[in-house]
């Protein structure tokens, strides 16, 4: 059986609200803050229609840092997978310091088993890590859903949308052009 194509999607500013100081995006700490994006959910039946598995690929480095446990980071999937069709969470609870294989910007979170489609699938992240991860793991587009952050972008995207919604549409689309070639 051939593997199945992905979308990989970043959590905290894709899937769900991020908590914004300082022009920067952080994760909430609690269950209580986790607050799904609008048209999430549309988003991610439309790509599961068209065929995709649908993997949150996310760095949770304050497990490392001691700010979050992991009990809280697993409620808050457990919360996301019985209200979206989320097929599988890969998480990095790691540190930069740990210089492990799964913190993007490298690629292990997407190229890990089981492995998918790689060059038919896609990455949406709202950071430069993101991006770079998705190019690094040789997927077919890295999206980049935008907020201007206040920090650089040294990964350049294929495209940059305003929603996980945007990008889905353009996901579709994009495979649908390529069908018909």
Aim: charged fraction near 30%; hydrophobic fraction near 40%; proline fraction near 7%.
């Amino acid at each position: 059986m051939n593997p199945s194509p992905a979308v990989f999607l970043d959590r905290d500013g894709v899937i769900n609200k991020g908590i914004i100081r300082d022009g920067r995006s952080y994760p909430p700490k609690t269950l209580e803050q986790l607050e799904i994006l609008p048209g999430v959910a549309e988003a991610l039946n439309r790509l599961k229609v068209a065929g995709y598995a649908l993997v949150v690929v996310t760095n949770q480095p304050d497990v490392a840092r001691g700010r979050q446990t992991r009990e809280v980071v697993e409620a808050m999937h457990l919360a996301l997978a019985q209200q979206l069709p989320i097929d599988e969470f890969r998480v990095c609870f790691h540190d930069d310091a740990d210089a492990c294989e799964c913190r993007k910007p490298k690629p292990g979170l997407l190229t890990r088993a089981p492995h998918y489609d790689l060059p038919h699938s896609f990455m949406v992240g709202d950071r430069w890590r993101d991006i770079e991860a998705g190019r690094r793991a040789g997927v077919q587009g890295a999206i980049l859903v935008e907020y201007g952050y206040d920090e650089p972008l040294s990964a350049e995207p294929d495209i940059r949308l305003r929603s996980l919604l945007e990008a889905a549409d353009w996901i579709v689309r994009s495979t649908a052009a390529a069908r018909d070639k």
